[in-house]
Structures are given as C-alpha cells and as structure tokens.
C-alpha cells in the first residue's frame, strides 16, 4: 500500500494502574471433568498453556507466563508465574483480566517489565512491577499502543514497535462523509492474515526508567514500512548492543510489487548518538531475522535465507564482524536448519533448536569451528533455549503427549522444572506413539508418526486418519496442537498416520525444497504410501481411512479427493487451496504462490507453472467420491473462505454427501474456546458417521 507522510503516536506520559485490577472476569484454571480417562474437547481446553520463560540475571529464578482458557467467557487469560531455578516455589504473581506478555528482567533482577492492556487507555502498555507481583505500574501511554519492546543493557533506553497511521492521500475523498465504510486500494497488500493493512508498525526509541518513559522518537520516521513485520513479528525483531550505544532491527523496506513478491528483510544497525541507519546484509535477498548479539558486542548472529521469494528455504545461521562486517555461513556444511538462537554465556558457541529427523533437539554450535554437538533429544521438541550457563540452558519441552512445560537442559540430561498440567495428564488416557519407516515410491524412506488409540488392542479393527500436514514446509515434529491434537483423535478410537511427506523440514534441504512446484506430485504419493503401508497392518481397517489437514493440508484432501481411488471414505479439509488459479491472485503474500506455485497461470510458455495449474483439485470434481467436510473463517485473508465454499459447493453439485463449518470471526486458524470446541464436534461427528457409523 503506498503511503506518503506519517502520523506519529502522541508525546508519552504515564499512565496511572494499581495493581491491574480490572471489572472484567479474571479467568482462572477451570474445573474440567473426565470420564473414564477420555480426552474430550473441553478438557483439551482445560490444559495450562506455558510459554515465554525467561531466566534472571542471577539464574536464580525464571519468570514466564500461564494461560488457562474459560469456555463460558470464550476468551483466554495469561498471568505472569515465577519459580526458584531448581523447579521450587512456584509463584503467580498477577491477577488481572488483561494478559501479560513480553516479560522482561530489569534493575539486577529486582523488578519484572511487561506488556498488559492498560484500563485508563484501553490499550496495550509497559508496565513494571517489583519481583513480588507488587508495586505494578503502568509507564506509558501511547496513543495506538505498545506491540513489543526491548529494554538495553543499561536499561537508560527502550526500543518498542507500535502501529502508525499512514497519511491518506485521499483525504479530500472523505471530508465531509466521515461515516462512510468505503476503503481506496490502489497496491497490492492491502490486507494481511486478518486484517486490513490501516496501519503499519514502527519502531521507537525513548528514554527508560522504572518512573517513567519519555522522549520517545521513530527511527523509520518518514519510512512507509513495517518493524516488526506483519503478521508474527515481535521483539526478535530488535537486538541492543550490549554498550547500548546502537541496536539493530529487522526490516522488509519494501513497497508496491516488490513488497508483496519478495521475502527480502534486512538487518538495520542503528547508532543512537549519531541517528544513522546501516544496512548490515545488503545484498542477501531473502530472510534476515532474528538478530543477536555476541556478549562482546563485536559480533552479531542471525537466521537468512537466500532466495527471495522462497519463504521455507534453507535457515543459515550466519556470524557477522561488527567492526570488518565480514560475514560467515556457520552451518553450511550442515544440512538442516536452526528455528531460534542464543548466544552462549562465554560467546564462544551458540544454542538453537532446529527439526531433524521428525523431533526438535537442543544444538549447540562453536563459532569458530562449526562444529555442532546435540545437547538433548528425545521424542519431543524443545523450543524457546536460553543459556543459564557454559553448559546448561532453560528450554520448553513438548510433544504429541503433553503441552509445554520448562526444563533445564544439558549434557547431564533434561530436568522437568515445572508440571502444571502433571494432574490433568494423570486422568487421561493417551495413545503410544510410533516411529514408522515408510518405503516411498522412489526408493526413500519416509519417517511417519503412528498414534495408537488408548487401551489398543492389536486383535481388533481401527478406522483411521491420514493427517496432512499445512505449510506446506512445516514440520510434523512432536508438536503439541490445540486443534490438530492426535491424541484427541486417538481417545476417539482412531489411528492416526502422520507422515514426514515430501516438503517438510528436517530431512534435509533436497526433501524440503522438492515440493515447490510439485504440488500434486511426489508428497501426495507419499501420502498414499504411508495409507497403502498402515493399511496392511491387521489392525487397521482399511475400508474405513479418513483424510483431513488444513492451509496445504486442505489442499492435499481437495486434491486426494480426486486422485484416492477408493482409499478413503471421509474426508476433512479446513482453510484449503481448492482452485490454483484463484488463490494466485486472491492470497496476500504474493512472494508465497509465485515461487511455490512456479509463476502466473497466464505464462503459457512456464511448464513448472502449467504442471502446478494442470493439477489443481477443482479441476478433478468428476472424481470425488467420498464424503466431505469443510470448515473455514472469514477472516482468513491468506487462503479465502471463498476457497472453500467453492469446494463445499462443487461436492453438493457432483450429488457427494458434504458438510460445510463457516466461522464469520476467526482467521486462517479456530482460535476462539467455543469455536474450537464447535470444530472439534463437528470433526468427530462427521468421521464417526463415516467411519464409524457405516461399518459393515
């Protein structure tokens, strides 16, 4: 969207908050029943959702957030905990309707930042409180309000991402109809994921203190481009020099076609004596993200990607000379990649996490040999690594049996340091889960998570669902889902088949690549072998095998519903591609379908793009013949609703058996309780009645 000059947020001042009392509901752990160990989806709502754990300086305490959702209220609340290092003394230390989020130490320990929505604004602001939970107050006051933040190291400065208004070239258009609803486009992005692009986040710089913040300036003032970048960006977007003289932040200044078909963000280091912007990866064209500081400060690390347009491509994680800006690939003789990093405590190495091979192992990497040694692995993914120590770091710890939960990893092992979901889990009954290798039809092997339902009985019959994975390059690692939950499926008496398909990562750069523009080739005859080999097994019902994903696992349902020959008899498509054509033109990340679709329909002379086209679901009808289930939300502006109402629609006008699960107010996922609950009814309804219900 083009923009000309800038409105800025109003000059700050604190605003005033006791205790982050609220009149609205504190949502607290709900009560949940359970019958005869069965998990349902009310008590899948019911688990505690632990994320950002945060070490002091000390490493004598970690600090982190707890969500528990309410059905009744259908929204969910996070409040701020705190334990002793060693798993002890476990704390909560706000009580408030408003969730806290972006928790940061500050003043040696002795005081806790963090965003909460502020009463008096009615926005989201920084606040501080006193290691006890007391003493909150609320800093600032800015007019649209805080996103993230980022305190330096000698916490004299804040840098924080807030949205600006772009000036409207129009205005004379709407001066004396101030009601009227009516938006004028004239470039591409002009929504993203859920929303309209009205206004664009920038990045602010102002003085701190546990009084007040004050001061405050843009350092893109003037720049019609976002920091942090829609739609996930956060405070990994900034990365303060340990003298807190400059920091860096990450950002795509892009515009029109270019910013809608290319991936190309850029690492900027910002001097804040000077008020000057370098480009620090000028000439990198995809992805640069994620930048961190060595604890020297004469180095920086960060992920980058290579290809412009290819947003799943291989994550490098690259070391830059501040000083020389000499730039080195640290895993490029690896080939895997890293999701998240941290530098080491003595700089010498950094940690990350990164999917191999079907799980998410912590890694460590020396900087100057490049050697990479695995901490800790198991069948579980561990995520959000922070080194405590040389040799030992906080983590989150999941997988397809359990949500997360915060532990000390290192060489000696995986300490569990909290179990706030240790009751819950100890009522249900989960399914075992298997690590299968599947033979594919060129001659690989394919890992494939198998889940047994609970009290399995290898004498007797199970019906089945083949799992396709969204993405199209995300990993089926041991994730834990609130949605696509396999243990849910499990106590509903399925097996699940979860393959590691063509196009996902952790099997290597030449798997993960090769199913850009081959949509409808090779992964989609790995999900046929992985059917064809579990089928064999006696304890699986071959007649009775459903199909489901959503985003590329919606599409992989359209597209098998045209190509299974007799394989499934239910099929469950949320969110998914249905007309190729369509979706070229009506996504909003454009980089996206053009790379992995191979081009415009229109190029007649593009044969990866013509295959791509040629093989798109709608174009198959006359061959459905299982029934049907789709779900999809109005707010979802990355694969349209359209998309799937064209499928609804096509599968009731070839005369097919099909149910359609339309959410006017969620996006390209079900976040709301009630509506996630209402989703979870309706999937299982459906399979029983096909898969279940008709068994002979």
Excluded at 168 to 181: G, M, Q, R, V, W
């Amino acid at each position: 969207m083009t923009m000309g000059s800038l409105i800025l947020p109003l000059a700050l001042t604190g605003c005033q908050g006791a205790a982050g009392t609220s009149s609205d509901k504190v949502i607290e752990k709900p009560e949940v029943q359970i019958t005869n160990g069965m998990l349902t989806p009310e008590v899948l709502e019911a688990f505690g959702r632990i994320s950002g754990a945060i070490p002091s300086p000390d490493g004598s305490k970690i600090i982190f957030t707890l969500a528990y959702e309410s059905i009744e209220e259908n929204k969910s609340n996070a409040e701020i905990y705190s334990i002793d290092a060693d798993g002890q003394n476990m704390k909560r230390l706000t009580t408030t309707a408003s969730s806290e989020s972006n928790l940061r130490w500050i003043d040696g320990g002795n005081k806790i930042a963090f965003l909460r929505k502020d009463d008096k604004t009615g926005k989201t602001q920084v606040h501080v409180m006193n290691v006890d939970g007391s003493g909150v107050k609320c800093l600032t006051a800015v007019e649209n309000g805080i996103e993230c933040f980022e305190i330096s190291p000698d916490e004299s400065k804040i840098i924080y991402g807030s949205p600006i208004d772009p000036y409207n070239k129009n205005e004379d258009l709407f001066k004396d109809i101030p009601k009227t609803s009516g938006r004028v486009v004239d470039d591409l992005m002009y929504k993203h994921w859920d929303e309209w692009v009205t206004q664009i986040p920038h990045p602010f710089i102002a003085d701190f203190s546990t009084s007040n913040v004050s001061n405050a300036i843009d350092i893109m003032e003037g720049e019609p481009f976002e920091c942090p970048m829609r739609p996930f960006g956060g405070a990994d977007a900034f990365a303060w020099a340990p003298d807190s003289k400059s920091l860096i932040y990450v950002s795509r200044k892009l515009k029109g076609m270019d910013y809608a078909f290319s991936t190309n963000s850029d690492l900027y280091l910002y001097d804040l004596a000077a008020k000057t912007t370098v480009n620090l990866t000028e000439g990198i064209m995809g992805y640069d993200t994620d930048p961190k500081f060595s604890p020297d400060g004469k180095s920086v690390a960060w992920l980058s990607m290579e290809t412009a347009k290819f947003e799943s491509d291989k994550k490098r994680l690259m070391v830059m000379d501040i000083a020389s800006k000499e730039k080195r690939d640290l895993t490029a003789n690896w080939d895997y990649w890293p999701e998240q990093i941290e530098w080491a405590k003595n700089g010498s190495s950094i940690w990350f996490t990164g999917y191999y091979q079907g799980v998410a192992p912590v890694f460590t990497i020396d900087v100057n040999t490049c050697a990479i040694d695995t901490i800790a692995t198991g069948v579980c993914d561990f995520e959000g690594v922070t080194p405590v120590a040389d040799n030992a770091a906080i983590a989150l710890r999941h997988s397809m049996s359990y949500p997360n939960e915060i532990c000390l990893v290192s060489k000696d092992g995986v300490k569990e340091l909290t179990s706030v979901n240790k009751d819950l889990l100890s009522q249900l009954k989960m399914g075992e889960v298997k690590k299968v290798m599947v033979p594919t039809t060129d001659g690989k092997e394919m890992t494939t998570w198998v889940i047994l339902p609970p009290d399995f009985d290898p004498n007797k019959k199970y019906p089945a669902i083949l799992y396709c994975q969204g993405g199209p390059q995300q990993a089926v690692s041991q994730f834990w889902s609130y949605r696509w939950n396999f243990m849910i499926m499990a106590a509903n008496g399925y097996i699940v088949i979860a393959p590691n398909r063509r196009g996902l990562p952790g099997f290597g750069t030449a798997w993960n690549r090769q199913i850009s523009g081959d949509y409808g080739g090779q992964n989609m005859k790995d999900y046929l072998a992985a059917v064809d080999y579990m089928a064999k097994e006696p304890y699986v019902d071959e007649k009775h095998i459903g199909a489901a994903g959503a985003s590329y696992g919606g599409f992989s349902v359209y597209w098998l519903a045209g190509h299974h020959e007799g394989r499934f008899a239910a099929l469950v498509a949320h969110a998914g591609i249905f007309n190729i054509e369509a979706q070229y033109l009506e996504t909003e990340e454009m980089w996206f379908a053009d790379f992995d679709l191979g081009g415009p329909y229109w190029d007649k002379n593009n044969a990866i793009a013509q295959r791509t086209y040629a093989n798109s679901p709608h174009r198959f009808v006359n061959e459905w013949t299982a029934p049907i289930l789709v779900t999809v939300g109005e707010l979802d502006y990355r694969i349209l609703a359209s998309q799937g109402m064209m499928a609804f629609n096509a599968a009731k006008m070839h005369g097919l058996e099909a149910e359609m699960l339309v959410f006017p107010d969620e996006n390209h996922w079900v976040l709301q309780p009630q509506n996630a609950i209402l989703w979870q009814r309706v999937f299982f309804r459906f399979l029983d009645k096909y898969l279940k219900e008709n068994k002979q």
